[in-house]
């Protein structure tokens, strides 16, 4: 009642006239949600293991369950006795729900024939599916522009609600510095049907909701919040991995690299916890280009959650015309920047380290040294490509590796041989302007040039 | 109010009399939490920011400052203007504040002159020091005894409480399951002291009081729940950790073995997100002696949370004389069980996975391949040891290893090498008894005999 629920108490859990009175009331309440509370008594009529906790944790046993079978006035067998009355009444649910059926698939085809275009965008969101030409109006960005990719989520999601309706999402009090606030768009609520939504600073409501919104299909929702804040929905968020739910969320903030806000609001441990979690599908993207590439890849995934790992601080965007194709996101990991005549070592990178990368990459070229920089948005993605394709992005023969993440090393050995190094962050980070952290903390093209020097030694040693 | 506090408002936040009113009255009620309500303006009486989002992301800016200063009637010069009534406050709260710490230090004296026993207790209690003889008294196991490492854990739990009056915990409504339901200790409330608390299903407030407890001092909290449910508490437990509080967590039910649950209750990424929390000590005890030991562990560690993770099923306690000593616990990791004749490989595994490790160590010793069993409860105390004793234990050469855990393989390239193999689990569980679960699901001697011969293969290759 403190939350503004519409709240119906019915006194007796077994009280089937009271149940069925404060289910109508229930469907009557067009304004707020309601609770229904019933009080029930666990292992009811069980006479030794009624009410207690035993019952919950515990099978009855074969002497309880004879002698709750006799109160009840049941057969001691078969095992799983269904009473006639419960088998009619089950009867009758099946033949109800027939004919519901009917009825909807009938209206349905009436509906089709009537509007023959909106059924079939009905039909379409249904299914979970994009309409043609979603990703048509989608921005592109420049090597001039400059833009964090929160900023470059912005643009993209500006551009995603025109095109595609079943798009409705919104952040846990944070729209604006997620970039989830959409200029004109109304707000979901009880009198309108906006594309966004205000969830209030719950960020486990929010996932909460989302898994909803995607169990029932028809609509593609997604929720944002800072990437640490991930910490409050991680319950939902699993349960969305474990239930095959399509939900985006965008976490932004992303690491050491957001400012003065400190050590609480930056996740070091997040993404390591994001990507043991199984079925969950993180992407980090290096630029605006990736950004745009990352968000498609959300959308085509109907069988799980995905998580878009987004920075505060602006970034450079890469020029494509002279670096691998963003495309290669779909793919989790590809080469960014080809060495220069022998490849003698790889420096791997997600969001916003790319830049470091590419920068150590061009001093250790004027050294003559041929260093490849493999942008690697997604682990899970690079992960479920053919042996052959990883092979060509980090060959075997190639050990001289370094990754560069500004997060908890924890997992990286996966990728970097027993030859490389990360340059992580294994404890908090701490509060300072994003370049300053970046610097103090051996996030820069210097301390990346030592690493990769150091990795070719060892691994020529 | 719903929720049985004491609520006061104040209307302005400015109102200091109304303020000091609400803080009486707060001090005044023995019964119940306080909560004081104000409502304030973001930025007052900044002129165009104030009560604008704005004002709380960024800087006011100079002319926004220059202009609330005018309004306020201080001087533009210096930046940081104190004014004189300010200074006057703070310069009698200086007063007020060093008075009543020497009325403390009197009290203390006093107290430490006619209780020169208690006072002693209180300031070892105060310092977070365990008093002598703590550990005397803890219990232990014989190889003939079969239990689960939660009831191991209530066995130290009962004893300690006897012994260790400043051990207060509990659990989030799962005393009984997790084994911390003390036999007669009473429970912690308005009315009463008892070593124990009841938090009801709230992990998150359960964590958020160890954290509040540990900061206050003079007492060792700790709580409990299920190991997936310390998804509720994230939040809080990171907060420990980078608040450097002495907070213990335990957390039962740990893996697949669980039994019918399911994959809901069954935790798979936890203990890496736990291990990749900078400054969270994790341990998992192969059996009811490395249990006794992770206590102590837990207790004597003054600087961060450590966790304490613990089987449902029961384990068979390992026979200490014919295996190595369980006072390895505190080093991380520690041979359990030396190969017969040349060292060719070593199983490592941790918690219940340690019993699957030793039956194949035996049956690969039947074979004549002499391989070592490493019991591994900790990857953080097995970093923090020099390199001789890290090198002593996972000696360089010998590459082939073979890592079981009934959890997530994220993170194991740090110790199996890149010839070596993960017995792990990169999908959700499933509901079925304990042992079906861990055969279907690979965990047994055979699956283990087979991958230590993969790997022997590989590495001599």
Sequence with gaps: EAYGWHVLRVGDGNDLVGIEAALKAARAEAERPTLVILRTHIADPAPTKRDTPEAHGAPLGAEEIRRTKEIMGWPA?????????????????????????????????????????????????LAGALPDGWDAHLPTFSPTDKLATRQ???????????HLPTLIGGSADLAGSTGTEIPGAALFGPKQAGPTVAWGIREHGMAACLNGMAAHGGVRPYGSTFLVFADYLRPSLRLAALSRLPVILIG??????????????QPVEHLAM????????????????????????????LDGPTVLVLTRQKLRVIDRSSHGSADGVRCGAYVLREAEGELQAILIATGSEVGVALDAADRLAAEGLGVR???????????????????????AAVRARV???????????????????????????????????FAELGFTPEHAVQAVKRVLNRSRA
């Design 152 to 162: 470059a989520s912005a643009a993209v999601l500006k551009r995603l609600v025109e």
């Design 403 to 437: 990754a560069i993440e500004a997060a908890a090393s924890f997992g990286w050995e996966r990728y970097i041989t027993e030859a490389g190094e990360a340059i992580a962050l294994d404890r908090f980070g701490a509060s300072a302007p994003g370049d300053r952290a």
């Design 373 to 395: 920089v493999v942008s690697m948005p997604s682990w899970e993605l690079f992960a479920a490509q053919p042996a052959e394709y990883r092979e060509s992005v980090l060959p």
């Design 252 to 265: 932004t903030h992303d690491s050491i690299g957001l400012g003065e806000d400190g050590p609480t609001h």
């Design 77 to 125: 067998e078969p095992a799983f006795h269904v009473p006639e009355e419960a088998r009619a009444d089950l009867g009758r649910a099946v033949a109800t729900g027939a004919a519901l059926e009917t009825e909807w698939h009938d209206l349905l085809a009436r509906y089709s024939e009537a509007h023959p275009v909106l059924a079939a965008e009905l039909k379409l969101a």
């Design 274 to 301: 994001l990507r043991a979690t199984p079925n969950v599908v993180v992407l980090r993207p290096a630029d605006a280009t990736e950004t745009v590439e990352a968000w498609k890849v959300a959308l085509r995934r």
